[in-house]
């Protein structure tokens, strides 16, 4: 039992979170150009967990690897702090939606560095438009053919994950009717959304190098699936989640995650598995989740019948059930109920929205979220080995 032990040094299913935080003028309430300051100061204090993106308006940083969700929480409290001190030591903000309720892309300033201009010069505006905000989880994995056989079956649970974790029903000043409408713009970028079934690692490694062999990536970290084998870090990362407003829901979405992989494995172990379906149904689910989120409904494919998303992911929490009090994270799973009464974040937005009619508003209800309970401050030790060191689109 000691691969499930967190207390283990045999534990496997280690966890790791990186999360996307929006840089905000608190008068202006839009999105500013800031992180150059932000990091200047920041590395002093987070070395390699903090780390800028494309735009200099996004903030990222990764927490240590943890061995529970107990653990991750204590991480993103001090990462989410310690940004938004660092913020409001230059008169800003954080936020964390997975887009911005009315900032234009147009506006933004890209961080200076070759890397970035190389990813303009290739992706053109589909770079440019790249002003999303997302939460990856990294899942360790006992090696990584049993992590591509993982990967083939967690597939068919993004759609209910992404469904929990919806952050961004605005864009450019517009309600457009999505709860994720962060997806459909990453969706522009090449080697995104859900991937294909690998019969084995040494397929998927056969795939990367072809890639590589022809000139359409440098390494593996340019293929952004929802769900990827990271090519460095021996994890599986799963990529689909927008940026989770509340600590609590990001927590509670990384335990969640963690559980499904724990869930699975053991069904390996007793020679069992959940079925693996095909890319263009899991896609039909996706679909379902961008737009409606947890207001619509999800199709079960065994029993083929739209069940709605509230009715349908109490299974999910029943079926992994069994290993949370192992991975010793019942009491963060258990949130994902309040989620299912209450609604995501892009559902709050809304509400904010319809109440005051006033996108501002929405903006000062999400600056609020992000850190409440999130104790303001620059740690006074040094950072720990971050989860993934170096920017996301090397």
Same mark, same amino acid.
């Given at each position: 039992?000691?691969?499930?032990?967190?207390?283990?040094?045999?534990?496997?299913?280690?966890?790791?979170?990186?999360?996307?935080?929006?840089?905000?003028?608190?008068?202006?309430?839009?999105?500013?150009?800031?992180?150059?300051?932000?990091?200047?100061?920041?590395?002093? /204090?987070?070395?390699?967990? *903090?780390?800028?993106? *494309?735009?200099?308006?996004?903030?990222?940083?990764?927490?240590? /690897?943890? #061995?529970?969700?107990?653990?991750?929480?204590?991480?993103?409290?001090?990462?989410?702090?310690?940004?938004?001190? *660092?913020?409001?030591?230059?008169?800003?903000?954080?936020?964390?939606?997975?887009?911005?309720?009315?900032?234009?892309?147009?506006?933004?300033?890209?961080? @200076?560095?070759?890397?970035?201009?190389?990813?303009?010069?290739?992706?053109?505006?589909?770079?440019?438009?790249?002003?999303?905000?997302?939460?990856?989880?990294?899942?360790?994995?006992?090696?990584?053919?049993?992590?591509?056989?993982?990967?083939?079956?967690?597939?068919?649970?993004?759609?209910?994950?992404?469904?929990?974790?919806?952050?961004? @029903?605005?864009?450019?000043?517009?309600?457009?009717?999505?709860?994720?409408?962060?997806?459909?713009?990453?969706?522009?970028? @090449?080697?995104?959304?859900?991937?294909?079934?690998?019969?084995?690692?040494?397929?998927?490694?056969?795939?990367?190098?072809? &890639?590589?062999?022809?000139?359409?990536?440098?390494?593996?970290?340019?293929?952004?699936?929802?769900?990827?084998?990271?090519?460095?870090?021996?994890?599986?990362?799963?990529?689909?989640?927008?940026?989770?407003?509340?600590?609590?829901?990001?927590?509670?979405?990384?335990?969640?995650?963690?559980?499904?992989?724990?869930? *699975?494995?053991?069904?390996?172990?007793?020679?069992?598995?959940? #079925? /693996?379906?095909?890319?263009? &149904?899991?896609?039909?689910?996706?679909?379902?989740?961008?737009?409606?989120?947890?207001?619509?409904?999800?199709?079960?494919?065994?029993?083929?019948?739209?069940?709605?998303?509230?009715?349908?992911?109490?299974?999910?929490?029943?079926?992994?059930?069994?290993?949370?009090?192992? &991975?010793?994270?019942?009491?963060?799973?258990?949130?994902?109920?309040?989620?299912?009464?209450?609604?995501?974040?892009?559902? #709050?937005?809304?509400? /904010?929205?319809? #109440?005051?009619?006033?996108?501002?508003?929405?903006?000062?209800?999400?600056?609020?979220?992000?850190?409440?309970?999130?104790?303001?401050?620059?740690?006074?030790? @040094?950072?720990?080995?971050?989860?993934?060191?170096?920017?996301?689109?090397?």
């Amino acid at each position: 039992m000691s691969v499930y032990d967190p207390e283990s040094k045999d534990f496997a299913f280690t966890l790791g979170v990186e999360e996307e935080y929006q840089i905000v003028n608190p008068e202006t309430r839009e999105l500013q150009s800031y992180v150059s300051q932000i990091l200047e100061k920041g590395k002093l /204090v987070l070395r390699e967990q *903090l780390k800028p993106e *494309l735009m200099q308006s996004v903030v990222e940083v990764g927490t240590c /690897v943890c #061995r529970t969700a107990t653990q991750a929480r204590e991480e993103i409290l001090r990462l989410r702090g310690a940004i938004a001190a *660092l913020a409001r030591n230059h008169g800003a903000e954080i936020v964390a939606a997975g887009t911005h309720p009315f900032s234009s892309w147009h506006q933004q300033e890209v961080y @200076p560095h070759e890397r970035y201009y190389g990813v303009l010069q290739e992706m053109q505006d589909a770079a440019r438009r790249l002003l999303i905000f997302g939460m990856h989880v990294h899942v360790g994995v006992p090696d990584m053919e049993t992590g591509m056989k993982l990967q083939n079956v967690v597939r068919y649970f993004l759609p209910h994950v992404l469904a929990l974790s919806t952050s961004s @029903p605005f864009w450019m000043g517009r309600k457009t009717g999505f709860k994720s409408y962060r997806s459909l713009i990453f969706s522009n970028f @090449p080697r995104t959304g859900i991937p294909g079934f690998f019969a084995s690692h040494s397929e998927f490694e056969r795939y990367v190098n072809l &890639l590589i062999k022809t000139g359409c990536i440098d390494n593996g970290k340019k293929i952004w699936w929802d769900v990827r084998p990271h090519p460095f870090f021996g994890t599986i990362e799963v990529r689909i989640c927008d940026i989770a407003t509340r600590v609590d829901e990001a927590v509670a979405l990384a335990a969640l995650i963690q559980a499904i992989f724990v869930k *699975l494995y053991r069904l390996f172990e007793k020679n069992m598995t959940f #079925r /693996v379906y095909p890319l263009a &149904l899991i896609n039909e689910n996706k679909w379902r989740a961008v737009r409606y989120g947890l207001d619509g409904e999800l199709i079960d494919f065994g029993k083929e019948q739209a069940i709605p998303a509230r009715q349908l992911l109490p299974e999910l929490l029943e079926f992994v059930d069994d290993v949370v009090d192992m &991975l010793g994270s019942r009491q963060e799973v258990a949130y994902l109920e309040r989620i299912l009464a209450e609604g995501t974040s892009a559902d #709050r937005q809304l509400a /904010v929205y319809e #109440r005051t009619g006033d996108l501002k508003a929405v903006v000062d209800h999400l600056m609020a979220e992000t850190v409440a309970g999130v104790p303001v401050q620059l740690p006074d030790w @040094p950072a720990a080995v971050p989860v993934e060191p170096g920017a996301d689109l090397k």
